[in-house]
Structures are given as structure tokens and as C-alpha cells.
């Protein structure tokens, strides 16, 4: 009960600003990535599909829409490998087990990771109608998402998956309150456990995600995938300046760990993405999170008790 309350508190705190793009605009990452099955993982995605939780407050009891920004496969911001062939699939879930579902919550598309009823869903191929424009999803009744009490809101899922072809599909999204127009819901967040993304072209711009450590975490393990050693991941938080976490080559995964400090509870870590200055151009990675117990950490994109700020001295971590 205690922890419950603690995040509730946090999450009050965290999202005053309440902006609901999917990246959202702290996390500075062009575009969420998804690539068809038949795609090489050396192309930067290990599994083809991601989930996208949103989190709905239990005061908001209006009707609600999750739009997808240029939701299909081809024209200028998606990734061609030779033709355009990719299909993608969203997919978006409610009702009992959508999160609460052990496997809804691991980082890979295997199990029952489409828990939950589903609600709506949408394929999309090449399709110019939507190449750097909006689909809308919905509107959904507040009261259709999973109830949990340790968020004091309703949940939902929406899963993107590659279900043929072999391009990369780039998008984002925005929870909102209307169909055709981004008007976010106070109080609302996102998160993920796992974050496959799009790199920037520009050694200048950095990226951040937002993994929680949540009470009872001893130390947490940092996997990335083909990160194609383009720069530096680098960990701040409330008592790390900045700790580099080693990354991994083309088509591989690589893994670090890291102590977890008592000020470190309850807070988020800032993972800065730092591009090398010999540019590499459309890099997709994939990182993911878990602690001691080999559970799943989650990426808010609001992070929960605002983005980390470092307050003293970097002590020693004995894992390094």
C-alpha cells in the first residue's frame, strides 16, 4: 500500500504539464519504430512488434481518441529495404488483464501479450492518405480500459506490430481529447517496457527515456539492441552526474548493470542518448530495463517526479 501511494503522489506531481505525444517532446526521439517480420533485426528491430500503454485518471470521464501520425509504411519518413511491401497492424486493448497480465508487460510478442478485450484495429500498408498525416482511434468510454488501484486510472494498450513485408514503419501518437485535433487529457501518461526508436540524423540533437526505479530495486540490468556503436548512452539521475552504459554493435544485444542508490527510489533515470560526431544515419535501437528480480521497469513518457536532476557527489558503484 505504501508504494502504491508513493506513485500516486508522483504521478500527480509528474504531470502538471500534461503533454500526451507519444514520444513526447522532452524525450526528443523522432519517431516510434516498427519493422515488417520479414525485415533483418541488423535493420535495428529485434522483434517486430511494440506496446504502448496509456494511462487514463480515474477523475477523467469523457470519451478519448489515440491518434497515430503517419500510421503506414512508405513516403518520407518511413525506411524502404529495396520495395515497398510492409503491413503493420494497431491494435488497441481495454477491459480486465490488458496490463495486469504478466505477459502483457514483457518485451517480447510471445504468451498472452494481447491481453485485455480488443477494442479497435487498423491495417495499414503504403497508403499516401496517410504518409505524414493522422489516423484516429475511438473515441473509447474511459470506463473500457483495466482499473488499477496503484495508478488510480484506467489503462489501455495499444500494440503496432509488422506483420508482413520487410520496411520500417516510423510513427507516433497522441492521446487526446478530441478526433481530429492534439488536445491532451490532464493528468494522462504513457509508458512502455520496452522503447524501439529512431535515432536523429544530427549528432547535435540528444534523446532521453525515462525508466522508474520503482521501491525495492537493488540493481537494475540496461539491455540495448543495435545500437551500431553510434556515441554514448549515458545514466544521470538524482545521484549520478553521468554514467556511460556500454552499447551494443550491429545487430546484437549488449548488456550493463548498474547498483541501484538509496536516493535513487522512487525516482526516474534520465537515459541520454548522445550521437557520435561521425554521423550515423538512421540508426534504430531498442533498450529495455529490468531489476534484480528480472522484472520489466517502465519508461514513462512523462517521466513520474518530473526529469532527474543530480543533487551531490557520484559515489562509487562496485558493479563498475
Known amino acids: 500500500m505504501k508504494r502504491d501511494l ?43 512488434s511494440q506496446a504502448f500503454f496509456f494511462l487514463i485518471p480515474q477523475e477523467y470521464d469523457q470519451p478519448f481518441f489515440i491518434r497515430v501520425f503517419d500510421p503506414d509504411t512508405g513516403g518520407d519518413i518511413d525506411e524502404i529495404a529495396g520495395d515497398w511491401n510492409t503491413r503493420c497492424t494497431y491494435e488497441v486493448f481495454g477491459g480486465e488483464g490488458v496490463w495486469t497480465e504478466p505477459d502483457a508487460r514483457e518485451t517480447h510478442p510471445f504468451g498472452n501479450y494481447k491481453s485485455g478485450t480488443l477494442l479497435a484495429s487498423r491495417a495499414f500498408a503504403e497508403n499516401p492518405r496517410y504518409d505524414n498525416g493522422w489516423y484516429t482511434f475511438g473515441p473509447f468510454n474511459p470506463a473500457q480500459g483495466e482499473y488499477v488501484e496503484m495508478y488510480q486510472g484506467r489503462i489501455f494498450k495499444i500494440i503496432c506490430e509488422g506483420v508482413s513485408g520487410d520496411d520500417g514503419n516510423m510513427y507516433r501518437y497522441y492521446l487526446s481529447t478530441e478526433a481530429d485535433d492534439n488536445r491532451p487529457i490532464e493528468g494522462a501518461n504513457a509508458f512502455a517496457y520496452e522503447y524501439s526508436f529512431r535515432m536523429h540524423n544530427d549528432v547535435n540533437e540528444v534523446s532521453h527515456i525515462y525508466p522508474y526505479i520503482e521501491d525495492g530495486t537493488v540493481t537494475v540490468k540496461i539491455s540495448n539492441f543495435d545500437w551500431d556503436t553510434d556515441g554514448n548512452m549515458v545514466v544521470i539521475s538524482v545521484a549520478r552526474q553521468g ?77 563498475d
Open 6 to 48: 508513493y506513485i500516486i503522489l508522483l504521478l500527480s506531481i509528474s504531470v502538471s504539464g500534461f503533454s500526451q505525444p507519444v514520444p513526447n517532446v522532452e524525450e526528443n526521439i523522432p519517431h516510434l519504430m516498427t519493422f515488417g517480420k520479414l525485415a533483418e533485426t541488423s535493420w535495428g528491430d529485434d522483434d517486430f
Open 243 to 319: 554514467r556511460e552504459v556500454r552499447v551494443s554493435g550491429e545487430d546484437h544485444w549488449t548488456e550493463d548493470e548498474l547498483r541501484i542508490q538509496d536516493e535513487e527510489i522512487g525516482t526516474s533515470f534520465d537515459f541520454r542518448f548522445v550521437k557520435a560526431r561521425n554521423l550515423v544515419r538512421n540508426n534504430n535501437v531498442v533498450v529495455n530495463v529490468r531489476n534484480q528480480r528480472n522484472e520489466t521497469l517502465p519508461f514513462y513518457t512523462i517521466p513520474i517526479g518530473g526529469v532527474p536532476r543530480y543533487r551531490g557527489e557520484v559515489e562509487f558503484d562496485p558493479i
